[in-house]
């Protein structure tokens, strides 16, 4: 289900608030001493195509986002723990500064949820008197914040709070607990004081447990929908979570000291970076539109510049990915990016002599721009990732076909971008057709190679929590439970593996994905681009087919047993979506932002709510005015 909009006109923060937040933290981070660690999850069995190489030589975002603003606000003693990097890392043992954080924060998407349940866990083992407070976060709390916590007596687990927003949110919580913390008192009893008394429920952005004497969650309360920060440049720079990150290691402890500057582009030579946030269309697979509550977010091309510059003078970064929705979605604004990095000089340097880099366009947007491609190159852009999805739009209509995804390939060529085509396998769509429309999808990896592709990406379509489709793939009955006497697991989907279908024969749908993948990445076609490609890009094809075989095997390796599992057939289907087992209700004892249908409130929670009123009308006045002095 799409997450509800907020009411219009109050989407965003007003402008500086994030600025001014950050100031007021740093105004009394001194007297707190707080050490906090972030957490990526990360499940190894992920690691196939189309991420096969930047899944882990790209420091994710998100986590460098929250240790960005944590440390801008003053909080310095910060580490930022990937396990890509760190596969052994456990909680239960980590020490910052020489004792156990105060904080600590795992970041997920639902593909890595079941990392993230054994990371959690592991923390959970800290006695209590010790235990830091364990804050949830990333896609997988923004939609399914339940996952967040245990609901077995006999086993109890959990985060203490999931945060289903950005980081804002977060700062907002942090300010309102030390307004109320008691000298040397750790933050999780600040937490626990705060949430029995109510101070939580006037946060947007949040879901936490009302639990039993024991611990054990009994229910959940949503406190809302966040709202969202509208000017980007009010982000701190990109280069401060690059400072946190802990050393790759075999190790279960943290190192004394964070990667050295030095080692950085050794360990990511792709820098991630937030350029824009937002897209126009309305897909009914994608959550994107609806989380982003219908607004375009961007930061200004001078920042943007100066981003690029700091990484590469501190790091020696020189390869950007831009984590954009739809960079091109708004015309006007992206020209006025693109004028501002084309016309910024590093050194003696154009912009576009001393940096590289990528982001997410469509078709449609691809078109509309098509004088101003030349402007994109001249900014530094080398490669373009084209949602594509169906070039016949017999999927999804974004203003694409046959002949302007062609156009736009060679518009892009012409104008010396790589084309990087992004595809959606569906059940009605066939491998191979004859005729002159080109329905099969190896007629169109076919085209899309001649039109001068460099990479490939296909994927199945799969039901995406937050997203229109996601309650159909239930009621129609098209989501897996169990295929051959093997359950399906969240790792599997990330549209690798065919979870979700409704054709007779779902083994060809699987089967299809890895041909057009042979098809397109292979000896001879390595051989081609170094000697003769049609591309004028013969050394980044050959590169790109090299990385491409080598994600083609693991693909193989991790997928073709799945097909084969889906001709043996015995297929059980899911009927029910998988929501909250635990009652969910908002602040006000209504139903919940973030909850899926047939999530039930609860006679408890109701109960629960009528036994807080007296003490919430006793504390929130009293902490609002320390919060607001």
């Known amino acids: 289900m799409e997450l509800p909009r907020r009411e219009r006109g109050d989407e965003l923060l007003k402008p500086g608030e994030m600025t001014a937040i950050r100031q007021r933290l740093r105004s009394i981070a001194h007297n707190h001493d707080l050490t906090t660690v972030i957490a990526c999850a990360f499940d190894h069995r992920t690691r196939m195509l189309p991420f096969i190489y930047a899944d882990t030589r790209m420091a994710p975002g998100g986590v460098r986002a929250i240790g960005s603003v944590l440390v801008d606000a003053g909080f310095e003693k910060t580490r930022i723990v990937l396990q890509q990097w760190n596969r052994n890392f456990r909680p239960s043992r980590m020490r910052l500064d020489g004792r156990i954080p105060d904080i600590f924060m795992v970041s997920s998407m639902r593909i890595h949820s079941a990392e993230y349940e054994s990371l959690v866990r592991d923390a959970c083992r800290i006695p209590l008197e010790q235990r830091p407070l364990i804050i949830a976060g990333g896609p997988l709390t923004m939609y399914e914040p339940w996952d967040a916590f245990g609901i077995d007596p006999s086993d109890p687990w959990g985060a203490d709070v999931a945060v289903t927003g950005e980081e804002w949110v977060l700062l907002h919580l942090l300010e309102v607990l030390l307004s109320i913390r008691g000298r040397n008192e750790s933050m999780r009893s600040t937490f626990l004081r705060a949430r029995d008394s109510g101070l939580l429920d006037e946060i947007p952005g949040l879901v936490y447990p009302q639990t039993d004497p024991q611990g054990v969650a009994e229910a959940l309360v949503d406190t809302g929908i966040q709202r969202l920060l509208g000017n980007l440049d009010e982000l701190p720079h990109a280069a401060i979570g690059f400072r946190l990150l802990e050393p790759p290691g075999r190790g279960e402890t943290l190192a004394s000291q964070p990667l050295e500057a030095s080692r950085v582009r050794r360990h990511s030579p792709i820098g991630s970076i937030t350029l824009t946030f937002g897209c126009k269309f309305a897909c009914p697979y994608c959550p994107i539109p609806a989380y982003n509550q219908r607004q375009f977010r961007t930061k200004s091309g001078e920042r943007i510049a100066d981003e690029m510059e700091d990484l590469y003078t501190e790091f020696g970064i020189k390869c950007f990915f831009g984590s954009d929705d739809n960079f091109f979605n708004d015309k006007d604004r992206t020209v006025v990016i693109l004028e501002s990095l084309a016309r910024r000089r590093v050194g003696k340097n154009n912009f576009r002599h001393k940096f590289r880099w990528g982001t997410e366009v469509t078709v449609h947007d691809t078109l509309k721009l098509k004088e101003h491609l030349g402007l994109a190159f001249d900014a530094g852009i080398w490669a373009l990732w084209l949602g594509v999805e169906d070039m016949t739009a017999t999927l999804i209509k974004k203003g694409q ?52 592709a460099i990479t490939l990406q296909v994927l199945m379509i799969t039901p995406a929590t937050g997203s229109k489709l996601y309650p159909e793939a239930f009621t129609e009955g098209l989501a897996y439970d169990s295929v051959a006497g093997r359950r399906v697991e969240p790792y599997m989907s ?88 635990l009652p969910m209700r908002d602040a006000c004892g209504g139903s919940a932002s973030h909850a899926l249908p047939g999530t039930q409130v609860g006679e408890y929670v109701q109960a629960g709510l009528d036994r807080r009123v007296g003490i919430a009308k006793v504390a929130v006045e009293p902490a609002k005015q320390v919060v607001e002095t």
């Not at 518009?411 to 085509?421: D, E, S, T, V, W």
């Not at 959606?424 to 076919?446: A, C, F, K, S, W």
Request: glycine share 8%; hydrophobic share 40%; net charge positive.
């Open 401 to 452: 076909s046959v002949d302007k995804t062609i156009e736009s390939f060679r518009l892009l060529q012409k104008n010396g971008i790589c084309p990087m085509p992004m595809m959606m396998h569906h059940d009605t769509q066939p491998l191979i057709t004859r005729g002159p429309e080109p329905y099969g999808l190896l007629n169109q990896v076919r085209l899309l190679r001649k039109a001068g």
């Open 494 to 581: 990330d549209g690798n593996y065919v979870v979700a279908s409704k054709h007779e024969q779902p083994w060809r749908k699987q089967f299809n994905m890895l041909a057009v993948y042979l098809y397109f990445y292979n000896p001879l076609r390595f051989l081609v681009a170094l000697v003769r490609s049609k591309s004028h890009f013969h050394l980044i094809d050959a590169a790109m087919q090299g990385i491409g075989m080598w994600g083609v095997s693991q693909t193989i390796r991790r997928t073709f047993g799945w097909g084969l599992r889906l001709m043996r057939g015995d297929i059980q289907r899911q009927f029910k979506m998988p929501a909250s087992e």
